[in-house]
């Protein structure tokens, strides 16, 4: 099916796309690192990130559930407070803060924050509204559990909400999802682009694609998408 773009997106990075995680690359400039955030804001892109709650309800902009990837240890994000997790390093750096990140960026590029919600629904909305307050850039909150995105509608309906889908999801529970999630913006798994679902839900919302990082998949994105989030060589 032929995809058109949907009506003009607000968080329209431009022909820079979203970097993935940051502009990423080498031991220099680890993923979700201040340094692939200003690496990003640098090169003209948007940023796309990872957040994480901590056990004492601070926000951290980390992917994975625990450290030992990242930074060679086993404490696990949730199950340790901010304390104990900023003696760690990313790099050269600690482990960024939300507020640390809306401070580098300060509205400079659009950003989609991605929550990973790993069991505390109910304390998000609290920590994303203290730290969101009065930020004046332009962002987006997504996740793949469409409560999170149900309940930002009901309490912080300002926010613009995304639904992020995975190419495996079965077309009952996607419908079940966007029922519930009622986003402004869909972050699509790449390997569903060119599907009528993609195309028809493109009509009324902006689809951004993940995660991009071949020049092929990137001609193809740049087709069937309004934006890219991107890494490797999907850089655009």
């Known amino acids: 099916m032929q995809s058109s773009p949907s009506r003009p997106d607000p968080l329209d990075p431009g022909s820079a796309g979203f970097a993935h995680r940051g ?11 201040l340094l692939a955030f200003a690496a990003a804001v640098e090169y003209g892109a948007g940023i796309e ?6 056990a004492d ?21 949730g199950a340790s407070t901010h304390g104990q997790l900023d003696r760690l390093r990313v790099g050269e750096g600690p482990i960024p803060t939300l507020p640390s990140l809306l401070a580098l960026v300060a509205g400079r590029v659009p950003l989609l ?14 920590a994303l509204r203290r730290d969101l307050d009065g930020y004046g850039g ?3 909150v997504m996740s793949f559990d469409p409560r999170l995105a149900r309940l ?3 309490n912080l309906p300002a926010i613009r909400r995304g639904l992020v889908i995975r190419h495996s999801m079965s077309p009952l529970k996607r419908w ?22 993609v195309a028809r839900g493109r009509q009324r919302l902006p689809v951004y694609a993940w995660a991009v990082d071949t020049a092929e998949q990137r001609r193809t994105a740049s087709v069937h998408a309004d934006a890219l989030i991107w890494e490797a060589d999907g850089r655009p």
């Open 152 to 154: 930002l509608k009901t």
């Open 113 to 126: 924050l991605e929550v990973k919600v790993d069991g505390d629904l109910w304390r998000w909305i609290p």
């Open 176 to 197: 079940l999802a966007l029922r519930l999630a009622a986003p402004d913006f869909l972050a699509i798994d790449k390997a569903a682009l060119g599907q009528d679902w």
């Open 23 to 33: 502009l990423h690359y080498g031991a220099g400039f680890p993923e979700n690192s």
């Open 57 to 77: 309800d601070q926000i951290l902009v980390f992917h994975d559930a625990d450290a030992w990837r990242m930074c060679a240890s086993p404490l696990r994000i």
């Open 49 to 54: 990130c990872d957040l994480r709650l901590t």
């Open 138 to 140: 332009r962002f987006g």
